[in-house]
């Protein structure tokens, strides 16, 4: 298995889990907030989240093509100060009891987000042309990381932030009702500043200026030729699998707790199945993407998926520790495929790859966010446990729709990718 060693890749796979970070905690603060700073109910917050993740998924594709015309230096460690920087500003807007300034610092930090993903996709792969496949799914897994480490990181620091007067009032509800409520800060997050700082200035210094960027783009007059073409079939058959794929991934993890839940699991148990499928996935990105460096592309989507849908159809009616194996089998091979679908879309648009990173992150996401409020809706007609394994039949679909792209050979990605853009100049 191959380990990238190039600066570059690290500073974009550095910045990905800086800004995964800030943006999973996103829901804990919101949570605590509403608990022990400003009063909001469930559909505020889950209203914010909502939007938060669709505004991040439609931008993506602006930004990409933003990237592909000026190298992405500015959008890449930009974009991630700017998630940073907003998320801090909606915790002192909070702090300060300033709501819809509170909730418009949660949102737009979304906007930070779109921007550097297709940077840092396009750097992860070109960093290292031989292993394109494998540096996307080791710069997908620091991601995944940061989503995992987030909500980890804001709890440990707000659990010291809380009064937890609910130890003592829950026994006695019935004479002290809400007479002591919760207080608490969330000012201590603010420390978690220092933790951004070495990916974004690793970014800023590494990845290539626009003059630079610029000069590689007219040295390969092959790749401007191939930018015309712009292959509407395959796009189609790709669009259409990533939407069915994104009912299981990332669609249908956000119904994981509430489907253990309502077998009586405790928050504890439903929390560690739900981070188990979040890491397999990262974890199995990894190996989906070192096999795709080798075997055909395709195959490799198409064997994961299909190999996911037993997962899914089982996981609903499951317990203990084998519902434990099959969520991880159902995040690790439907999500493993995931750097291997955003470096395809790359090698259809070779002259693009921001844009092609950018469009399909964007679908990914928005179709997920979708998704959830479609599995949701259903879930009310016809119950969680069938809705999943109705997943698990979308799965199967989009795995023969896999087989149906255009084969990319890994000539013709080595051909038309720039040399080692960490040799490029990076002078303004």
């Known amino acids: 298995m191959n380990l990238p060693r190039q600066r570059l890749f690290w500073a974009v796979s550095l910045g990905h889990m800086t800004n995964d970070t800030f943006i999973s905690m996103s829901s804990v603060l919101l ?11 469930t559909v505020h917050i889950g209203a914010i989240l909502s939007v938060t993740a669709l505004l991040g998924a439609l931008t ?17 460690a930009g974009g991630v100060a700017w998630t940073v920087v907003l998320t801090l500003l909606a915790v002192l807007a909070a702090e300060g009891g300033y709501f819809w300034l509170m909730v418009l610092a949660f949102v737009i930090p979304a906007i930070g987000s779109g921007a550097f993903h297709p940077v840092g996709s396009m750097y992860a792969a070109a960093s290292d042309k031989k292993y394109a496949a494998s540096n996307l799914s080791y710069f997908f897994l620091m ?11 804001a709890g440990l620091i707000l659990n010291q932030a809380a009064s937890n007067n609910h130890i003592f009032t829950d026994p006695f509800s019935h004479i002290f009702g809400r007479t002591l409520i919760e207080h608490g800060s969330v000012t201590p997050v603010l420390s978690l500043a220092v933790f951004a700082i070495p990916g974004i200035l690793m970014m800023a210094l590494l990845i290539p200026s626009q003059g630079a960027h610029r000069q590689t783009r007219v040295d390969k007059p092959v790749v401007q030729q191939q930018k015309s073409a712009f292959p509407v079939s395959a796009f189609a058959i790709l669009i259409v699998m990533v939407a069915l794929r994104s009912l299981a991934q990332p669609g249908s993890v956000n119904f994981i707790p509430v489907l253990f839940q309502q077998k009586g699991w405790s928050p504890a ?66 999500g493993g495929s995931h750097s291997v679908i955003v470096l395809s879309a790359q090698e259809l648009l070779p002259g693009s790859k921001a844009f092609a990173s950018g469009m399909i992150l964007g679908l990914i996401f928005g179709t997920g966010a979708i998704g959830s409020f479609l599995i949701g809706a259903l879930s009310e007609s016809i119950g969680l446990e069938a809705v999943f394994q109705l997943v698990a039949v979308a799965i199967v679909i989009a795995s023969l ?9 890994r000539s013709n990605m080595i051909e038309n990718q720039p040399e080692n853009v960490e040799a490029m100049p990076t002078r303004a």
């Open 31 to 41: 949570a605590f907030i509403s608990v022990n700073v400003l009063p909001m109910s």
């Open 269 to 334: 148990e439903y929390g560690l199945i739900t981070s188990s499928f979040w890491l397999a996935s990262g974890f199995a990105g990894v190996l989906c993407g070192t096999l795709a460096d080798r075997f055909d592309r395709r195959r490799v989507i198409a064997v994961s998926l299909i190999l996911s849908a037993p997962a899914f159809f089982l996981l609903p009616v499951t317990n203990g520790v084998v519902a434990f194996a099959l969520a991880i089998l159902a995040g690790g091979l439907s």
């Open 60 to 76: 993506q594709p602006l930004f990409g093509w933003l990237a592909d015309r000026t190298g992405g230096r500015l959008l890449g």
């Open 401 to 409: 729709l896999a087989l149906l792209l255009p084969a990319v050979g």
């Open 143 to 153: 991601g995944q990381l940061g989503l995992a480490l987030g909500p980890a990181l």
